[in-house]
């Protein structure tokens, strides 16, 4: 997740001054050689407080560790024992915060989501729900195998349209979840869009429209290796990454959103030890799952021109809507104008006002690099948003907020999502700029 923005915008000083943190980090935060003991242990969360600048909540990042959240002078993050040894070098007091309920001891022989979780899905229990929405509305929604995860489960795509047998003109949105592990909510973000779409066309004359003058794809788990992982003790792992080995380490994964390729591992957002929480991977794109979305998101230009024009990414938690850039605290940055900027931002506060959530740039405290949205926009100059769902603590659930939350928080998002659906011709409208951006397409 990102945080919660509770100070002044990083500047320029401050992002050098993490760089040099970073440096002497990566040097001694060395992973244990191929061959050697794999002990399993999981991450915890931990409170870190008494951080005072921006740059001193940056530094947490540079260990390796994830910041999931950021209130006033505290932040909390997650982080195994090598990266809780190098927060501690940094001074400020650390506390381990209690686990989740679903991640005590599971029974034995017990797989899957714990109790008090039991309505999310897993991979194979999504699949078939949507397998199920397939065969019931044939007309307006079909699945697409994109590729293969690296354990060789299926990346979907699906295409929700009037009739989506065939090409449509107008614009086109995507829906990404579950690019993090422990992020189950968001593969019921995809789910409630799917049944939405699918149950009210016809009859919810809003949905009407928008499916017969636009085209939607939805990826519903971009994660499936290790979403199952974190699940398949029956008990949570706090996983986040993906499960791809690391040539040379016995440390498992590569978080998928700081792989890909714009901006990849340029700026002291991601880490280089294939033990961080925020490994970014020997290279750009280099996890079949990222590689799959970018080569289906480049197969969606056509004539030369991208007919995706807006995503929204789903993570928890923090309750958020963030835009681009992720790697600079420019808030333009290169390749946006101002009124690119302007729009982002029009579009993403009006949303944040429908659900509650806290709008910003994505690198208003710290950066982060290879993130989606930064590639989406810089690459493909897609009007790319992340939205981090329920809750706004740690303390009210964290990754695990239990599965009464579900019909809750996925509906709390629908009129966002419409909002972006309705602007997706024109994103510049938000801005009194149509007649200069949008009279050809």
């Given at each position: 997740?990102?945080?919660?923005?509770?100070?002044?915008?990083?500047?320029?000083?401050?992002?050098?001054?993490?760089?040099?943190?970073?440096?002497?980090?990566?040097?001694?935060?060395?992973?244990?050689?191929?061959?050697?003991?794999?002990?399993?242990?999981?991450?915890?969360?931990?409170?870190?407080?008494?951080?005072?600048?921006?740059?001193?909540?940056?530094?947490?990042?540079?260990?390796?560790?994830?910041?999931?959240?950021?209130?006033?002078?505290?932040?909390?993050?997650?982080?195994?024992?090598?990266?809780?040894?190098?927060?501690?070098?940094?001074?400020?007091?650390?506390?381990?915060?209690?686990?989740?309920?679903?991640?005590?001891?599971?029974?034995?022989?017990?797989?899957?989501?714990?109790?008090?979780?039991t309505k999310y899905h897993t991979y194979a229990?999504?699949?078939?729900?949507?397998?199920?929405?397939?065969?019931?509305?044939?007309?307006?929604?079909?699945?697409?195998?994109?590729?293969?995860?690296?354990?060789?489960?299926?990346?979907?795509?699906?295409?929700?349209?009037?009739?989506?047998?065939?090409?449509?003109?107008?614009?086109?949105?995507?829906?990404?979840?579950?690019?993090?592990?422990?992020?189950?909510?968001?593969?019921?973000?995809?789910?409630?869009?799917?049944?939405?779409?699918?149950?009210?066309?016809?009859?919810?004359?809003?949905?009407?429209?928008?499916?017969?003058?636009?085209?939607?794809?939805?990826?519903?788990?971009?994660?499936?290796?290790?979403?199952?992982?974190?699940?398949?003790?029956?008990?949570?792992?706090?996983?986040?990454?993906?499960?791809?080995?690391?040539?040379?380490?016995?440390?498992?994964?590569?978080?998928?959103?700081?792989?890909?390729?714009?901006?990849?591992?340029c700026c002291g957002g991601s880490s280089g030890?294939?033990?961080?929480?925020?490994?970014?991977?020997?290279?750009?794109?280099?996890?079949?799952?990222?590689?799959?979305?970018?080569?289906?998101?480049?197969?969606r230009v056509v004539g030369g021109k991208q007919?995706?024009?807006?995503?929204?990414?789903?993570?928890?938690?923090?309750?958020?809507?963030?835009?681009?850039?992720?790697?600079?605290?420019?808030?333009?940055?290169?390749?946006?104008?101002?009124?690119?900027?302007?729009?982002?931002?029009?579009?993403?506060?009006?949303?944040?006002?429908?659900?509650?959530?806290?709008?910003?740039?994505?690198?208003?405290?710290?950066?982060?690099?290879?993130?989606?949205?930064?590639?989406?926009?810089?690459?493909?100059?897609?009007?790319?948003?992340?939205?981090?769902?329920?809750?706004?603590?740690?303390?009210?659930?964290?990754?695990?907020?239990?599965?009464?939350?579900?019909?809750?928080?996925?509906?709390?998002?629908?009129?966002?999502?419409?909002?972006?659906?309705?602007?997706?011709?024109?994103?510049?409208?938000?801005?009194?700029?149509?007649?200069?951006?949008?009279?050809?397409?």
């Amino acid at each position: 997740m990102r945080p919660r923005p509770r100070g002044v915008r990083t500047t320029v000083l401050a992002a050098a001054l993490t760089l040099a943190l970073a440096a002497p980090f990566a040097a001694r935060a060395q992973d244990p050689p191929a061959g050697a003991a794999d002990t399993g242990e999981r991450p915890h969360q931990y409170e870190v407080s008494g951080l005072a600048t921006p740059a001193a909540r940056t530094a947490l990042a540079a260990t390796g560790a994830s910041v999931d959240e950021v209130h006033g002078r505290t932040a909390v993050v997650t982080a195994d024992r090598r990266q809780l040894a190098l927060l501690r070098t940094l001074g400020h007091p650390v506390t381990r915060l209690p686990d989740p309920p679903g991640a005590a001891a599971a029974a034995p022989g017990a797989t899957g989501f714990p109790a008090g979780y039991t309505k999310y899905h897993t991979y194979a229990q999504a699949m078939s729900a949507i397998d199920a929405l397939v065969a019931r509305y044939p007309s307006l929604l079909t699945k697409t195998v994109i590729g293969k995860s690296h354990e060789g489960r299926d990346l979907i795509a699906l295409k929700l349209s009037g009739n989506a047998a065939r090409d449509k003109t107008g614009p086109e949105v995507l829906f990404t979840a579950h690019q993090h592990a422990r992020e189950h909510l968001t593969v019921e973000m995809a789910l409630y869009l799917l049944t939405e779409f699918t149950g009210k066309y016809g009859t919810d004359p809003r949905i009407t429209e928008l499916l017969d003058s636009r085209e939607i794809w939805v990826i519903p788990d971009l994660n499936p290796d290790g979403g199952a992982y974190d699940i398949a003790s029956g008990a949570f792992r706090n996983w986040r990454k993906n499960r791809q080995p690391n040539a040379g380490s016995t440390a498992v994964g590569t978080d998928l959103n700081r792989n890909w390729e714009y901006e990849w591992g340029c700026c002291g957002g991601s880490s280089g030890s294939p033990s961080g929480e925020t490994y970014r991977g020997p290279a750009a794109a280099s996890s079949p799952e990222v590689r799959a979305v970018e080569n289906f998101v480049r197969s969606r230009v056509v004539g030369g021109k991208q007919q995706i024009t807006a995503a929204i990414d789903f993570h928890t938690y923090g309750e958020l809507v963030l835009w681009p850039f992720g790697f600079t605290n420019d808030p333009t940055g290169p390749g946006m104008t101002r009124d690119d900027h302007d729009a982002f931002a029009a579009v993403g506060r009006k949303m944040a006002a429908s659900n509650g959530y806290t709008p910003e740039q994505s690198s208003e405290l710290y950066l982060t690099d290879g993130s989606i949205d930064d590639w989406l926009w810089g690459d493909q100059k897609i009007f790319a948003y992340t939205f981090e769902m329920y809750p706004s603590s740690s303390g009210a659930g964290g990754f695990y907020p239990k599965d009464t939350v579900i019909p809750r928080e996925t509906a709390r998002n629908r009129e966002a999502v419409l909002q972006l659906l309705e602007n997706a011709d024109c994103m510049y409208r938000s801005i009194g700029k149509e007649g200069t951006y949008c009279t050809t397409r």
